[in-house]
């Protein structure tokens, strides 16, 4: 099991990197699953929302648009800043806070609603991350969680950074966890009152695979800078390969469906 010394520097390293990251351009294509997330939640006006690892606010923008009361927390304060920058820029009204997803300092039963799209499934420790998102929500309200599958082209891309990045210590569960049924109901079980699942795609749509292979580099946070030019050519030659495998475009360009669970758990009355 890893020690809280190393789960701290694991965070602390996922931190710097995140604030470094140009999300904003990985955010604009997540869009779509945000829209999805708070309209199968039923997001409307009045409620009061929590955006957890928001990244840039894709999920707090869509609930805000719906008239919803809306908070928007993120580990990395480089996220938040801009976050912040970018829902004022729409003219949305988020509050914005620097918060853990294994910590939230918000009080008991302070949400009708809280998500989290791709974000929450990265936590260190999942059932501190589920015991969290229900804490803080009002009985009778609603969690909403996207997660990346564990099979198809996600999870080999995972898989394939994994080979160069550094190592998660022996203990903390593989993120991709999230996107199984069985375990999602073992962690939502004692919490939820009904769980549903969906497993909508994600369609990402390139000129080449190329342009695939730096988009997430460059998307991505800065850790990569970290690994010799020669280890980060081969990272992006092995992507490119991933992304040909799945490519369902027959023009030369790429498109891949890629997967993911969309869960909806109504928290006991």
Known sequence: MASEAELGELKERARTGWDRANYALLAERLMPVARDLVDACAVSAGQDVLDVAAGNGNAAAAAAAEGAHVVASDFSPGQVERGRERTAAEGLDVEWVVADVEELPFDDASFDCVVSVFGAMFGLRPERVAGELFRVLRPGGT????????????????????????????????????????????R??????????????????????????????????????????????????????????????????????????????????
């Open 143 to 186: 969690a909403g969680l996207a997660s990346w599958g564990s099979g198809g082209f996600q999870n080999e891309f995972f898989e394939t950074l994994r080979r160069y990045r550094p190592i998660m210590p022996e203990g903390v569960p593989p993120p991709l966890l999230w996107g199984q049924e069985d375990v999602v109901r073992d």
């Open 188 to 269: 939502l079980g004692e919490l939820a009152g009904s769980i549903e699942f969906e497993r909508p795609s994600l369609c990402w749509e390139f000129a080449s695979t190329q342009d695939m292979a730096l988009f997430f580099r460059d998307a991505g946070p800065r850790d990569m800078e970290e690994l010799p030019e020669e280890k980060v050519r081969q990272l992006l030659a092995e992507l490119a390969e991933l992304a040909e495998r799945y490519n369902r475009a027959g023009d030369g360009s790429l498109r891949i469906d890629a997967e993911y669970l969309r869960v909806v758990a109504r928290k006991r009355g």
